[in-house]
């Protein structure tokens, strides 16, 4: 006779290998009243034994635990947004961008992309670790509990994998599900979900995971991301991604070349309407991932993969109104104020008009009949006017000449498409939204502090501009609307542990216009602190990497300012970061000064990663391509041979890994 924890470790091994046939393989073996006849004996025999139950037993697939705040988590490996294309040409410019930076033949993955939320599961030793939301994508939170209720994500891998990994994917919620959620919500009285892709997303913020686990989610993964993974191409991951136990879509491809590319394009363009997720596009991945390697990253997204949208829904309306936004840099956006209208799952009521060129151009009006698509079927905009349809008494729009908010005139620099309300320190939504952008995630990120509270907080009169947030007390923000005791801790907590954010993130933070977080960067390495920031003329910035004169017109422009200069004081005098920290200066050098250097190959004695932060922080440049202005070609092993060519022919040094390290010792 079998012990006890021998039947328990045999139920939970069938029941999971069950569970993988059914929501991975999609070929059950069994009924679903087996299932839980099986599920309710394993459920019965832990309770009565708790001693025995294993970690990832499929009982905790039926959810319970309760998570009131969700932890912000930093990814260990940034999650980079894609770029994305709409044409044939896109595809081809991007390809010839492609061969120019990287040797040998090039082979591409073709992928669907599934209109999900974004998810990085982190495994060690097998084992289901963490999940990760994807955020703003160098941090977000983490929804383990609820995670671990999807059956498609599995607990325990099967068969060979890396010591430790992350995977990523999308959380969808096929169509048959949410049309049967919503059978129930309306059966009940209640509002029906708007459309699958919110709803997954919402699901994985849900306090209680056994709400959870009453939803059909399910994870579909296209990732591998980490060191030593034994894999050396995309479409390999895949495949070991498989047999790990992941459920991975059978629909990629690998393509030998953009042709192959295009189509599977046009074959998935007609034939998404038959699956039963939904997609809005075709991922195309480089498939070697040295090549990857070798191509890098932009600021904002990876060079070796980019996003086909398909063809956006479009919805005719009519526009009742046109208002004006002012934003935090005193931007005028006008906004068409639209008849509500169903458009890809979702109700619009309000599209960007952009600006006052583009009303012209297309001839905009109120009352207008329009058509309104969603751009990369995210934010709507109107693409053109039913001129067939125009009201015989219509008017042309008139631009606005004032800003709405503070009725300053408005200024149009030459060259710019917007037009902009100079009242910088008087116009309360510039006020607001400087604030706003100060406490952003990727700038102060000042926990317990929100956008609304910041509005109530320039309303109410306790700030007038984000260096007054350091002088706030709880007693202060007490009486605010929906402020608790609690709350208002956390909030004056908040405020006090953004004194640690990086200098970096804080000339982020600052919202000087057109410095962005990589310019900011950029800009906190060459000058260091703030006081040398801060005395730059135009003629030293545009000396600094990737520096032009409008970025440097505006920096001086800020410093010129008494007011800003007054408020980076009082940020001084708080304790706010205005220097790099000395444990970062102990790290940097300008040994490699004016120099610049491409990499290419595999390395040895340190990542291809490490080696291009060592060329940065000796002072150094990293350029992706070989041109005149090359120093150094840094040579790693299996290097193709036409970088080399190039290098020989312009008379460039080409340098070892440890030549190279030599140099910075």
């Given at each position: 006779m079998n012990t006890i924890q021998e039947q328990i470790k045999a139920l939970s091994e069938e029941l999971r290998q069950h569970n993988y046939n059914y929501y991975v393989l999609d070929n059950p073996t069994i009924s679903d009243y087996e299932f839980d006849i099986k599920l309710k004996q394993l459920q019965e025999l832990e309770a009565k034994h708790p001693e025995f139950a294993e970690a990832d037993s499929p009982t905790?697939?039926?959810?319970?635990?309760?998570?009131?705040?969700?932890?912000?988590?930093?990814?260990?490996?940034?999650?980079?947004?894609?770029?994305?294309?709409?044409?044939?040409?896109?595809?081809?410019?991007?390809?010839?961008?492609?061969?120019?930076?990287?040797?040998?033949?090039?082979?591409?993955?073709?992928?669907?992309?599934?209109?999900?939320?974004?998810?990085?599961?982190?495994?060690?030793?097998?084992?289901?670790?963490?999940?990760?939301?994807?955020?703003?994508?160098?941090?977000?939170?983490?929804?383990?509990?609820?995670?671990?209720?999807?059956k498609s994500v599995p607990l325990k891998l099967k068969g060979n994998y890396p010591p430790k990994f992350d995977i990523r994917g999308e959380i969808v919620l096929p169509f048959e599900g949410f049309n049967k959620m919503n059978e129930e919500r309306i059966e009940i009285g209640e509002e029906p979900y708007r459309n699958p892709r919110n709803t997954a997303s919402g699901s994985l913020k849900l306090q209680d995971s056994a709400e959870v686990a009453k939803r059909p989610l399910e994870c579909l993964l296209y990732n591998l991301t980490g060191t030593n993974l034994g894999v050396n191409t995309q479409f390999e991951g895949l495949v070991l991604a498989r047999q790990m136990g992941f459920k991975v879509p059978d629909a990629a491809k690998l393509a030998t070349s953009i042709d192959e590319v295009l189509e599977f394009i046009d074959y998935w363009n007609v034939h998404r309407r038959d699956l039963p997720y939904e997609t809005d596009g075709v991922v195309i991945k480089i498939n070697n991932l040295q090549q990857q390697d070798e191509l890098g990253y932009t600021a904002k997204a990876p060079r070796w993969a980019m996003a086909y949208k398909f063809k956006a829904e479009q919805v005719s309306t009519r526009l009742n109104e046109i208002t004006y936004q002012v934003g935090r840099t005193g931007a005028i956006t006008p906004v068409a104020n639209l008849e509500p209208v169903e458009l890809a799952g979702t109700t619009v009521k309000r599209a960007s008009l952009h600006n006052a060129d583009q009303i012209e151009k297309l001839d905009i009006r109120e009352g207008d009949e329009v058509f309104v698509e969603k751009g990369g079927e995210i934010i709507p905009k109107i693409i053109a006017v039913d001129l067939n349809k125009r009201p015989i008494d219509s008017q042309p729009t008139q631009y606005i000449t004032h800003c709405p908010e503070c009725q300053t005139e408005l200024v149009r620099q030459e060259g710019e498409a917007q037009h902009y309300c100079p009242n910088y320190n008087g116009c309360k939504p510039q006020i607001i939204g400087r604030i706003q952008h100060f406490i952003s995630r990727k700038a102060m990120d000042i926990e317990g502090l929100g956008g609304e509270t910041v509005a109530l907080l320039v309303n109410e009169g306790l700030i007038g501009n984000y260096s007054d947030l350091y002088e706030l007390t709880k007693e202060q923000v007490l009486p605010l609307e929906r402020m608790a005791e609690k709350s208002a801790e956390n909030l004056i907590k908040g405020i006090e542990a953004s004194k640690q954010i990086p200098f970096e993130r804080v000339l982020f933070a600052l919202g000087i216009r057109y410095v962005g977080e990589t310019v900011a960067k950029k800009l906190a390495k060459h000058y260091k602190n703030i006081e040398a920031l801060s005395q730059a003329t135009i003629i030293d910035l545009v000396t600094v990497d990737e520096i032009g004169n409008r970025i440097a017109e505006s920096v001086v422009d800020f410093f010129t300012s008494e007011e800003n200069r007054q408020i980076i004081e009082r940020l001084k005098h708080f304790g706010v970061q205005l220097a790099l920290s000395e444990a970062v200066l102990a790290n940097q050098t300008d040994k490699l000064k004016g120099q610049t250097f491409v990499v290419s190959g595999v390395f040895e004695t340190v990542s291809r990663t490490e080696l291009k932060k060592l060329i940065e922080d000796n002072g150094g440049k990293v350029s992706s391509s070989i041109s005149s202005k090359t120093s150094f070609l840094v040579a790693g092993d299996k290097m193709g041979p036409s970088k080399r060519e190039k290098a020989e022919k312009l008379n460039i040094s080409i340098i070892s890994e440890q030549d190279f390290l030599n140099f910075i010792i």
């Open positions: 905790k697939r039926v959810g319970g635990e309760v998570t009131k705040n969700f932890e912000t988590v930093v990814h260990e490996h940034r999650m980079y947004s894609l770029d994305n294309s709409y044409s044939k040409e896109d595809l081809l410019d991007w390809e010839t961008r492609i061969k120019k930076m990287v040797d040998g033949e090039v082979q591409y993955v073709c992928e669907l992309k599934y209109d999900g939320a974004s998810i990085s599961l982190t495994y060690e030793n097998g084992m289901l670790l963490r999940a990760v939301t994807r955020g703003d994508g160098t941090q977000g939170d983490d929804v383990t509990a609820n995670v671990k209720t999807i």
